[in-house]
């Protein structure tokens, strides 16, 4: 298994709580396509070593849906043209809902993108506006009938929660939308204040605040349990999905399977090592990718950090065989502390697997911490 | 002996002192304008910056006036009032003294303490009035404190800058003219007074005295008065920018010696220097067994670094005889030292030192004074640690230290400063103006009362425009309680006080209200009590944390968040574990802190 992520830096205008690499400045494109492509056949060899085709194509951003569709297609040629690709190969591509329309929707679908994630963000054009979202309401919905229109299956939406000026039962509502539609996918992130966003500012200046986290807490098990409800499985921190249609890319990440990203501000992984790309457009416009490449090894303790703590964040939790393959001494090492957090409820162990419950989930982050080796 | 000038520098903290050393020294071309580091006199790091004098140093300048040469010792003192005795060995080895206040600020309380003492010994007093040149300064209404203070005639008190270097020739003319000689028998057993002593890595202990009566020669036998001990007088000399040595030092002379001494505890400030074979009948007087008045527990924050600790403290004692430890150990902090300060500036100082000098991070727990505790057999013990205080049921009475607390400020700030005196147990034994605005207090207090939040509150209620001496007077009866901080449950050792019964409940409400803003949110509620024996006299909750969780973690965020938390797992081994509950290095340190 491995996964080809796709960097695209561009975004029309910067939302208000986002932190995320890309630039507003749109003129480079044609440039960082070009270089794009070089760099997918430069590092053509990346999975070599690990000798596995490519299951997954994932375009992210940014925003994708401002490529050009034959942009978009040449990239998956290069990629079909310079990696060994499974017939069935994920492809999905992450979408603004103010960029769909019915014919770029059917253009992508016909060059091989099987997989929307639409940023709606919330349904409330109070909500998308103080976000600073370029979007409203009405162009989600458009967007997403469009997408089934055009064919689309696999199709999953964005959503964030806890706004400092909303409601528990205003959020909740969005969900109405998941009946309404054959929506097959879920993310919902709670909102993260982050410093060098307009928020930060904001939060800076005492003007807006996270909301208190026991009222977090209860809209995560209320978001929870009514997605339940209506057939979706609650499988990462902040994924849901219907039966199958995990997102199989991003379970990649979690699963520790290899991954090459493309363009800056990528990050690529080869069981190994991490990779990444400076997140500076200018350079990798100008000088290509591997001016930017660095890369860090990872000793077993990283990786058994990570493992624990990627593992703990997802439904399933970890899988003690795994663990007792890869990290036999490492895993024997914590037990004393894992039982404490077991015989105190913040983890559960069933079939194999050690996982956050409800006590323990939303509050994992303490836990991982406390787990983790550090010298 | 009589072209020797002898004379020290009293002076409030930022007067000006420092500054306008500099400028004497550079006027008598002892040091050059190039050497001349700003504050030449300051060498430690630390006090630059603080701008305060911990140690005090000598140096001598040559000045010449109608074709006469006359030698100048400026023996520096140290200014804060922790230091108090220091300050009066140095006074006592002086015929003259510098009174210098700030024109911008007038007198305070400080420089009146020394002042006293500089009149107790007979000193000439030369009034200098610095930071002319400042736009703020009010010249005419401090002469008028100074006139008051000292009865001098207007035309004594001597305009200054040490920024500008006006005033300086006149300074040092009046030092030459008024400043009497040193007095003396030459011929007279040897008598030097030790009033300050450093430690050199190389050459051991360096002590600084001045010579009394008699004269001393490179290789003289000599004996300490007070220690008994005897040594060979290795080097001898004065002291410039450097020490020169010479072969003799005589009666009025300031100098140095060094002959092999190890540890600081061997030179007592204020012992007396004399001569095996022809010693001297008794010693200087006014010597003094210095006691360190307030005690802490220091603990490294890493625990393996016990021994390093025990290294540096020892280090630190070498040059700094009055602070002393004995290891001690904690449950929630493991092994340390309780350690004697003289007070708590000298507690900070000694704390900052080992964070820069050895880059030792310590917990400081909270400090207290020695009481004095009598049992029902009549025994009396000193206690210097809330675990070392008895059962209730063997104690007969306890008594607690207590000061005269001197405090000058500002009229409109009598009614606050009154009411923090007074609710801290202090009586009010003197209210005296100094000119029609200004006023000195006087109290007598427990020293238990300044040890914490006491120089705080009273910065904060005078704006800080009073200013605070100090000098111990004794014991006297006290109710005492041993007061608890429990954590879920669990007795923090480190977290008990001693205090006055009457103070326990609002120190007990204060403790926990402060614990629950030191003790971070964790997975669960953090009950904290504080309890006198089984009784609960005080309770807060902190409560568990409810979020903590990342919303995103795809292929870019895996490493960074890993190393995120990686980090804020080892800044949680800065935490102290007590029970299962961690508590925050900081929390010991600032529990205290209150307001």
């Known amino acids: 298994m491995a996964g080809i992520y796709i960097h695209v830096p561009f975004c029309k205008t910067r939302c208000h709580y986002c932190d995320f690499f890309k630039s507003t400045n749109l003129a480079f494109r044609k440039q960082y396509l070009e270089k794009l492509l070089e760099e997918i056949r430069e590092r053509s060899d990346f999975f070599e070593k690990n000798n596995t085709p490519v299951q997954t194509i994932y375009f992210g951003g940014g925003t994708p849906s401002l490529l050009k569709v034959e942009w978009i297609e040449k990239i998956l040629e290069s990629i079909q043209t310079n990696f060994r690709v499974i017939d069935n190969v994920e492809i999905t591509l992450e979408a603004n809902p103010d960029d769909l329309n019915f014919e770029y929707l059917k253009a992508i679908k016909n060059i091989g993108i099987n997989r929307l994630s639409i940023g709606v963000q919330s349904f409330f054009d109070e909500d998308l506006k103080r976000m600073g979202r370029r979007h409203n309401a009405l162009q989600s919905r458009s967007a997403l009938e469009w997408a089934f229109k055009a064919g689309f299956q696999n199709v999953g939406i964005d959503l964030i929660y806890g706004l400092p000026w909303s409601d528990s039962n205003l959020f909740l509502s969005n969900l109405d939308v998941l009946q309404e539609y054959p929506i097959v996918h879920l993310s919902a992130y709670h909102l993260t204040i982050e410093p060098n966003t307009q928020f930060g500012k904001l939060k800076l200046q005492k003007k807006l605040f996270e909301i208190e986290d026991s009222k977090s807490e209860k809209l995560f098990w209320n978001l929870h349990d009514k997605v339940e409800q209506l057939g979706f499985e609650h499988y990462e921190i902040s994924n849901f999905c219907k039966e199958d249609y995990f997102s199989r890319h991003n379970s990649s990440y979690w699963n520790n399977e290899p991954y090459l990203g493309v363009g800056p501000g990528s990050h690529s992984y080869d069981g190994n090592h991490r990779y990444w790309i400076k997140p500076d457009l200018h350079q990798y416009v100008t000088k290509g990718y591997s001016e930017g490449l660095s890369c860090e090894s990872l000793t077993t303790t990283d990786r058994f950090n990570e493992y624990l703590m990627l593992g703990l964040r997802t439904q399933k939790g970890i899988d003690i065989k795994r663990m007792m393959e890869n990290f036999e001494e490492f895993w024997i090492n914590i037990q004393p502390k894992v039982q404490k957090w077991l015989d105190s409820d913040f983890l559960e162990c069933e079939d194999g697997y050690i996982r956050g419950t409800r006590k323990g989930w939303f509050v994992i982050d303490g836990v991982i911490k406390d787990l983790f080796l550090v010298d | ?595």
Request: hydrophobic share 35%; proline share 4%.
């Open chain 2, 1 to 595: 002996m009589k072209n020797i000038r002898n004379f020290c520098i009293i002076a409030h903290i930022d007067h000006g002192k420092s500054t306008l050393a500099d400028r004497l020294l550079e006027r008598t071309n002892t040091v050059s304008e190039r050497e001349l580091q700003e504050q030449t006199l300051d060498n430690m790091d630390l006090e630059r910056e603080r701008g305060i004098t911990i140690k005090s140093h000598a140096i001598q300048m040559q000045y010449s006036k109608d074709g006469q040469v006359y030698t100048l010792n400026l023996i520096d003192t140290p200014g804060h009032v922790d230091f108090s005795y220091e300050v009066s060995r140095s006074i006592a080895s002086c015929e003259g003294a510098l009174l210098i206040v700030d024109a911008t600020q007038g007198i305070q309380a400080q420089t009146i303490s020394n002042l006293y003492l500089a009149v107790e010994h007979n000193l000439t007093i030369i009034p200098v009035l610095n930071k002319m040149d400042m736009e703020s300064a009010m010249p005419d209404e401090v002469e008028d404190q100074i006139i008051d203070l000292i009865g001098c005639d207007r035309s004594e008190i001597i305009r200054a800058s040490g920024k500008t270097g006006m005033g300086a020739e006149e300074i040092l003319n009046a030092i030459v003219e008024r400043v009497p000689p040193p007095t003396g028998d030459p011929d007279a057993p040897l008598q030097a007074l030790i009033f300050d002593s450093v430690f050199n890595s190389f050459r051991g202990i360096i002590a600084y005295f001045k010579v009394v009566n008699g004269k001393i020669r490179k290789g003289d036998k000599v004996k300490f008065f007070n220690t008994g001990k005897e040594y060979e007088a290795d080097e001898i000399g004065v002291l410039k920018l450097e020490m020169v040595p010479r072969d003799e030092l005589s009666t009025g002379d300031v100098g140095y010696i060094i002959s092999g001494i190890k540890t600081s505890r061997e030179v007592r400030v204020g012992d007396t220097i004399t001569h095996v074979d022809r010693p001297c009948s008794k010693a200087i007087s006014g010597f003094e067994e210095v006691k360190p008045m307030v005690f802490a527990g220091v603990y490294p924050i890493d625990t393996d670094d016990y021994e390093d600790l025990r290294a540096a403290i020892e280090k630190l004692q070498l040059n700094d005889a009055s602070l002393t430890f004995q290891p001690e150990s904690s449950v929630a902090l493991g092994f340390g030292f309780r350690c004697g300060f003289l007070g708590m500036l000298h507690m900070e100082i000694v704390q900052e030192r080992l964070d820069r000098e050895f880059n030792m991070d310590v917990i400081t727990t909270v400090p207290n004074v020695p009481y004095k505790v009598y049992t029902k057999q009549g025994d009396v013990m000193e206690v210097h640690n809330p675990s070392g205080l008895p059962e209730p049921t063997v104690i007969d009475h306890v008594e607690e230290p207590y000061i005269r607390a001197q405090i000058i400020t500002r009229s409109e700030f009598i009614g606050p400063i009154m009411t923090l005196c007074l609710g801290k147990r202090g009586e009010l034994i003197n209210q005296h103006y100094l000119t029609s605005d200004r006023v000195e207090l006087s109290f007598d207090m427990p020293l238990a009362e300044i040890v914490f939040d006491f120089y705080d509150k009273l910065k904060s209620i005078s704006k800080g425009y009073a200013s605070f001496d100090y000098y111990t007077t004794g014991y006297r009866t006290s109710k005492l309680v041993k007061l608890d901080i429990l954590l879920n449950g669990d007795p923090v050792d480190a977290l008990s006080t001693l205090t006055y019964f009457d103070n326990a409940y609002p120190l007990g409400r204060r403790m926990c209200e402060k614990l629950k803003e030191l003790i971070p949110r964790q997975q669960f509620d953090v009950a904290i009590q504080a309890a006198i024996g089984a009784k609960i006299i005080a309770r807060e909750t902190v409560k568990a944390l409810r979020k903590d969780v990342t919303a995103k973690c795809y292929g870019g965020d895996i490493t960074r968040k890993r190393k995120l938390l990686e980090k804020q797992k080892k800044g949680k081994k800065r935490m102290k574990q007590v029970g299962n509950v961690e508590v925050p290095q900081k929390a010991f340190i600032n529990v205290l802190k209150l307001d």
